[in-house]
């Protein structure tokens, strides 16, 4: 079975410094997909970055970047020029390979970061 | 516009009594439809997920059930609930398998 896992329960870090959430997952595929979701306080979980593991080019969203190491099979996402708004419940989550090009049928999910931001 | 309505919010239940949890999805057609719990201090856990209409796949053996009894509702359900079904509940949906999950606002299930 797969399995993530988040090593960092509680992260922090300066308003507009930088900060990097590790993540690493446990599988026997060769073709996956990996997502971060971030659960502020109003609890709704919203997908913030996902990468394809075919894809050697690390994902980027504005100012969120993943660096993905398949041979390590490590996933971790960093936050630039962090924000107030970015406080939240940060997940990593892995899709075995799917029928679509998504991965959508069955998230497993790591037990969380909880990053702070100090203003 | 796309929308996801789950309640109720917050629901205490005596152990032993049944439960419904119910998740409707506005703004699209045959949706891929899920339910996760979320345990303290645990990452979300997938129950069961459905691509159709009496489509249901169940990841964990469990108390739980589910039901998808029209295109767009999803229900959670059990007859005899336990102590360990406590927790926190999302239903989530996706428009096709090519598009991202987007989740419910949860419901807070505490049995006592």
């Known amino acids: 079975a797969q399995t993530v896992t988040q090593s960092q329960p509680e992260m922090s870090v300066q308003e507009a410094e930088t900060v990097t959430l590790s993540c690493t997952y446990d599988t026997s595929e060769s073709d996956y997909y990996l997502f971060w979701y971030k659960q502020p306080p109003s609890r709704q979980m919203i997908l913030v970055i996902r990468?394809?593991?075919?894809?050697?080019q690390n994902a980027t969203e504005n100012r969120f970047s993943v660096n993905f190491q398949k041979a390590a099979k490590s996933f971790s996402l960093k936050i630039s020029d962090s924000q107030l708004g970015d406080a939240a419940m940060y997940f990593c989550?892995?899709?075995?390979?799917?029928?679509?090009?998504?991965?959508?049928?069955?998230?497993?999910f790591g037990t969380g970061t909880r990053l702070t931001i100090i203003p | 516009s796309q929308t996801i309505h789950q309640w109720p919010a917050t629901l205490v239940q005596p152990v032993g009594s049944p439960l419904s949890l119910e998740c409707t999805v506005e703004g699209t057609s045959n949706p891929n439809l899920y339910w996760y719990r979320q345990a303290a201090g645990r990452g979300l856990q997938l129950l069961f997920y459905s691509v159709g209409i009496g489509q249901i796949s169940s990841e964990v053996p469990q108390n739980l059930s589910a039901s998808r009894p029209q295109d767009r509702q999803f229900i959670l359900s059990s007859k005899k609930l336990l102590l360990s079904d406590s927790g926190f509940y999302l239903c989530?949906?996706?428009?096709?398998?090519?598009?991202?999950?987007?989740f419910g606002d949860g419901t807070r299930l505490s049995i006592l």
């Open positions: 989550a892995y899709s075995p390979p799917s029928i679509s090009n998504f991965g959508n049928e069955k998230l497993t």
């Open positions: 990468q394809e593991a075919y894809k050697q």
């Open positions: 989530a949906y996706a428009p096709d398998s090519n598009q991202p999950q987007h």
